[in-house]
């Protein structure tokens, strides 16, 4: 059995958080490939070592405070090292790096040096070998990942070693150039190398249980979610429940390999499982519930509609060319509704509406703002009847007027569109009526 275990910043933002880590790789000797995050926040108000090396890097030229950031850096790791009483030192790395900062060797560099001290550390600690990831996850000439030559080179790396300790976030162009994956880019290193190696499980260590039901910013202790599938995830993750890099799903999914969300600070819970397909049923028909706020709705009429062949396109068209996405179209006869993201739009918005007006003459249209959308997630909906009906009596029970529904062409949502100040209300209502009703 072979276990890829990833842990996220704040499980490795003290030496404390390292105890907690080393307890859950020594328990079960199957956690054999380790990839850490950098030190993320002690507390609230606390700053990320990425953005610390970031501010450092963007400060070469103004002495006092870049050498006021890197002492903030190297003190970061230094009370680490010290409090797990370890007797390695990073003088020389800090050297080449402060070397290769005032050099300017570019940010992406700057910002992978959290996870690879950490890595440092971390491999001092546990034992293991440590694998510098620019040698093996590699970034094509124009800077896309290559999965290809990745898996190769992972695999062949990895095979003969027990144990390793892989920086997470970063790998490198074939001429050695560091390249860095977007924020909370190493979630995706962990699904690339437990992909590589063929692991029976990646588990992902984070702050939270795993995937809860809803937000608890606006249900106090929602029920935690122990099985979801790949799908229903891109669903949710979509609407703004994030615990996991998007990215990271292909990697694993492409190989079949389930991933295990799990908390460091309650390694007793058993989180939730992310896998193709389950047998096991939801306890409460849906599995989740996500929405975002700010979105608009632009409203076209126009009579005919229905028979005017490449009116859609027409208006899509305009869209595109003003490079905007769009999140849902429903329609009517001779009316079509188009929902967007209104911070994207607002910018826009007399283009798009002189383009739709020059090129598919419309009969009217009209703009509402502040919606919110809100997906009703899960796959237990197909077999189940009534699930809709169900949505829309707690909707109307909460005084919550649907300006927009849209049932997924999958079968595993609804989306329901609502006013901004109904949001919270009609989560609410939703949640109440699936989870805590339960009828
Ligand atoms: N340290 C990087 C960040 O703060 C990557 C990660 O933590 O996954 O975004």
Known sequence: MKKVVKFGGSSLASAAQFEKVGAIIREDESRRYVVPSAPGKRFSEDTKVTDLLYACYRSVGDEEKFSKILAEIKSRYQEIIDGLRLSLSLEEDFALLEDNFKKQIGEEYAASRGEYLNGKIMAAYLGFAFVDPADMIRFDGNGQFDGEITEKLVAKRLDDLENAVVPGFYGAKEDGTIKTFSRGGSDITGSIVAGAIDADLYENWTDVSGFLVTDPRIIPNPKPIDT???R??????????????????FPVRKAGIPIN???TN???????????DTCKKPPYTITG????KGFCSLYIEKSMMNSEIGFGRKVLQVLEEQGIAFEHIPSGIDTMSIYIHQDEFSQKEQQVIAGIHRIAHPDYMELETDLSLIAVVGRGMRSNRGTAA???AALAHANVNVKMIDQGSSELNVIVGVKDEDFEPAIRAIYDIFVETQI
Do not use: C
């Open 228 to 230: 979801i599938t790949y």
């Open 232 to 249: 229903e995830l891109r669903e949710l993750s979509y609407m703004g429940a994030t615990v996991l890099h998007e990215d990271a799903i």
């Open 261 to 263: 969300i799990r908390n």
């Open 266 to 276: 309650a390694p007793e819970d058993p989180g939730t499982m992310i896998v193709e």
């Open 289 to 292: 519930i996500a929405g975002k």
């Open 390 to 392: 169900r949505i829309f």
